[in-house]
């Protein structure tokens, strides 16, 4: 597909677990941005990832969320010792910086569910 | 603080009709606002965006209208149909170092079109 893929599309999870959430960008996109979407707060900026480094971190709320990204493409958020208020979709959007940057595109969202 | 706020929460209009939904920004670094459609269990789609040198862009049925000095935007969506139906968000960006266009969101317009 040419889109951008997430995966898991549903994860459950017992409060204490640990859980990783995948992003495939669109492929060549060099940036990739991950936001939260959940009732209260609407949608909210986490990180941004350009390549593998990732110059803006602002939006992580705690030190229990962490990402990485490997080869300029694939992109993991981990988190730890989950909380319930941690349940909400989470977005992963990519955009080429060499054509239109500012245009992100975004992926299906994983929506995590923490028990 | 919330630097973007979108009305209304929610809109029903008629079939053929006109939707309108309205932002409103603070901070006057924002130079590219986009407006996103999302359909329930999908990632937000980019529909159309514009930059604060053009006071409107049009394409197909759906314009957006900047007011810089104001500092509003708003969306108008021309003989709505019921494939329309979903949830709208404005956003905003600005360069904030590199290529980073992260997106400041609104809190979102639930619109139903009734046929």
């Known amino acids: 597909g040419a889109g951008v893929s997430q995966s898991p599309s549903n994860k459950v999870t017992e409060k204490g677990k640990d859980v990783e959430l995948r992003c495939d960008p669109i492929?060549?996109?060099?940036?990739l941005y991950w936001y939260r979407q959940s009732l209260g707060q609407g949608l909210e900026f986490l990180i941004y990832?350009?390549?593998?480094?990732?110059?803006?971190k602002s939006g992580l709320p705690s030190d229990r969320f962490s990402a990485e990204r490997t080869g300029g493409s694939v992109s993991t958020l981990t988190i730890q010792r989950t909380q319930q208020e941690d349940s909400a979709v989470y977005l992963c959007?990519?955009?080429?910086?060499?054509?239109?940057?500012?245009?992100?595109?975004f992926g299906p969202g994983t929506r995590l569910t923490v028990l | 603080q919330q630097q973007v706020k979108q009305s209304p929460q929610s809109l029903i209009v008629q079939k053929g009709g006109i939707s309108i939904i309205n932002c409103a920004y603070e901070?006057?670094?924002?130079?590219?606002f986009p407006w996103y459609q999302q359909f329930p269990g999908k990632g937000p789609a980019l529909l159309i965006a514009?930059?604060?040198?053009?006071s409107e862009k049009k394409e197909g049925r759906f314009t957006i209208s900047f007011n810089k000095s104001a500092k509003q935007f708003s969306l108008h969506i021309m003989d709505s149909q019921p494939g329309d139906s979903a949830t709208y968000f404005c956003?905003?960006?600005?360069?904030?170092?590199?290529?980073?266009?992260?997106?400041?969101f609104g809190k979102g317009t639930l619109l139903t079109v009734n046929p």
């Open positions: 990832f350009q390549g593998n480094s990732a110059p803006d």
């Open positions: 514009i930059r604060p040198d053009v």
């Open positions: 492929s060549g996109h060099t940036a």
């Open positions: 901070n006057t670094a924002f130079d590219y």
């Open positions: 959007a990519s955009s080429f910086f060499g054509g239109a940057p500012r245009a992100q595109y």
């Open positions: 956003a905003a960006s600005m360069m904030s170092g590199g290529s980073n266009y992260k997106l400041t």
